[in-house]
Nanobody
Framework: QVQLVESGGGLAQPGGSLRLSCVGSGNTFTFKGYNFMGWYRQTPGNERELVAGFFTANGGTTYYANAIKDRFTVSRDGARNSVFLQMNNLKSEDTAVYFC??????????WGRGTQVTVSA
């Protein structure tokens, strides 16, 4: 089994920064050859939307949603089965629950429980 645990959410002022972390544990084989690992976010009444992450197919691609491009940076630490999201110049519309997501090589999908990010003056 695989577990993903997020941390780093909280309250930030507009223009401020937060750094989210997601640490994976469990079946280490899953973290060696996953198809995707990254971040989604969700606001009340809306579906989860892909924010940023790493696709490993076809040589690998780092994805950023247009809404956060140039403000957020996704990174990973393979040795720690972790992925991070550095969020700068936060805006009120970034307020959401942020979820860590992993899709394994055999297409099993795993989610963390989420961490709340609130951007408010």
């Amino acid at each position: 089994q695989v577990q993903l645990v997020e941390s780093g959410g909280g309250l930030a002022q507009p223009g401020g920064s937060l750094r989210l972390s997601c640490v994976g544990s469990g079946n280490t084989f899953t973290f060696k050859g996953y198809n995707f690992m990254g971040w989604y976010r969700q606001t009340p009444g809306n579906e989860r939307e892909l924010v940023a992450g790493f696709f490993t197919a076809n040589g690998g691609t780092t994805y950023y949603a247009n809404a956060i491009k140039d403000r957020f940076t996704v990174s990973r630490d393979g040795a720690r089965n972790s992925v991070f999201l550095q969020m700068n110049n936060l805006k009120s519309e970034d307020t959401a629950v942020y979820f860590c997501n992993l899709i394994s090589a055999n297409k099993r999908e795993f989610w963390g429980r989420g961490t709340q990010v609130t951007v408010s003056a």
